[in-house]
């Protein structure tokens, strides 16, 4: 039996991940930590029975103490509590599901604690990059990805390492893939919330629809697979039943499939390397009949913005994450367009200062020094 702390159990990952937990007798729920969603918590730890439930927001300790009151589980608040829970000898692998740079923080302590990883956080690799990676080879932690798109990677690269080609991402293109540029100018975000295939939070669905989340995943899979910018392709995939797939060196492309759902790639990544039984039903190739493919639109240019902070390297891919960060915030909260979202990750990479990035106090600052441009430029 192992142990398993799901950072942002409230979120879409962190419920899929919870459920996965459920139905699997190799794992237990020592710990649900939540962001500020008290009452959701309340319900999870309820059914789940933690070791710990932990709430970020402080103001809500007294609703999730009173919530829980009679019942054996732990509870605490605020950043301090999760960075201990994280580090208590009794937790053995750590779900990484906290949304953003704000994972990152979390994501080190586990490091630091040599525990199992199962990451869906992409900014801990977009952000931390290279120091990261160093961090975890002297570490010796096993980190698995969890992202649909990098554990069909993952998945089809056991054994096959030496002989990887080119990655091939698949991208369903959200819910404007096939819209005109003219379109994409009145787009709103009760528009964009509307993903046609998955069930994602707020930040990730309009990351979808603007394809960041796909750069997001190109600079991500550079870190995770060693492999060069130049042999990662994205894939318009509508269905979202091929998650990814590798070309070797001799041409064979390999794919892993699935139904839309990210609770495969969360058991993967946390019973890796074995392969568990599940309860779910089998794909049936016969009832989905066909398959599509096409490149993905020149206007949706967040993308092509990814590849160039990706080659660039160091602190290009803080600025990218962290402009996109506040830009989807704003025009979720209507302060900005659709398309301006890439106008002003464009415009931060373009202007915002490079530092040097050689340790985790440099990547927070670059990040912060990002997101106050970004701010400063929409205040203009």
């Known amino acids: 039996m192992e142990n398993v702390v799901i950072l942002g159990s409230t979120g879409s990952i962190g419920i899929q991940g919870l459920s996965v937990i459920e139905e699997q007798k190799n794992f237990a729920p020592f710990a649900l930590v939540g962001g500020s969603n008290v009452d959701l918590l309340i319900e999870q730890a309820k059914k789940a029975l933690p070791k710990w439930a932990i709430i970020y927001d402080d103001t809500k300790l007294d609703i999730l103490k009173a919530g829980l009151n009679g019942l054996a589980v732990k ?13 208590n000898e009794e937790s053995h692998i750590i779900l990484g599901a906290i949304s953003g740079f704000a994972g990152l923080k979390f994501i080190m302590t586990a490091i630091q604690a040599k525990k199992k990883i199962a990451l869906a956080n ?13 961090l975890i080879r002297k570490n010796k932690i096993l980190l698995t990805p969890v992202d649909s798109e990098h554990s069909a990677i993952f998945q089809c ?3 096959q390492q030496n002989a990887l080609n080119k990655i091939l991402l698949t991208a369903s293109g959200g819910p404007f893939r096939d819209c005109s540029d003219e379109f994409l ?7 964009a919330l509307q993903h046609p295939n998955w069930s994602m939070g707020n930040k990730i669905t309009i990351d979808s629809a603007t394809l960041a989340n796909k750069g997001l995943e190109v600079i991500e899979a550079h870190y995770l697979f060693n492999c060069s910018y130049d042999k990662i392709d994205v894939v318009i995939h509508r269905e979202s039943i ?7 060196t001799d041409t064979s492309v ?3 499939m699935g139904y839309p759902s990210m609770k495969g790639p969360i058991l993967y990544g946390l019973s890796y390397p074995e392969r568990l039984p599940v309860p779910w039903p089998s794909l049936d190739l016969a ?13 949706f240019r967040v993308l092509p913005l990814a590849f160039e902070a990706g080659k660039e390297g160091a602190m290009a891919p803080i600025i990218y994450n962290g402009a996109n960060e ?3 915030d704003l025009f979720l909260k209507k302060k900005i367009s659709f398309l301006g979202i890439a106008n002003l990750i464009e415009d931060a990479l373009e202007n915002v200062e490079r530092i040097k990035i050689d340790s985790y106090e440099s990547i927070i600052y670059a990040d912060e020094c990002t997101r106050e441009y970004a701010l400063n430029k929409v205040g203009e």
Not at 242 to 248: C, K, P, Q
Not at 287 to 299: D, N, T
């Open 326 to 328: 506040v830009a989807v």
């Open 157 to 159: 690269l056991q054994g």
């Open 254 to 256: 390999l794919g892993q």
């Open 75 to 87: 509870v605490a608040s605020g950043e301090t509590a999760i960075h201990e829970v994280i580090a």
């Open 242 to 248: 091929v998650h990814s797939m590798i070309e070797l």
């Open 122 to 134: 992409k900014e801990t690799l977009v952000a931390g990059g290279d120091y990261i990676l160093d």
């Open 287 to 299: 009832k989905i009949g066909s398959l599509h493919f096409s490149k993905p639109k020149s206007s």
């Open 185 to 191: 100018k009145a787009v709103t975000p009760e528009m």
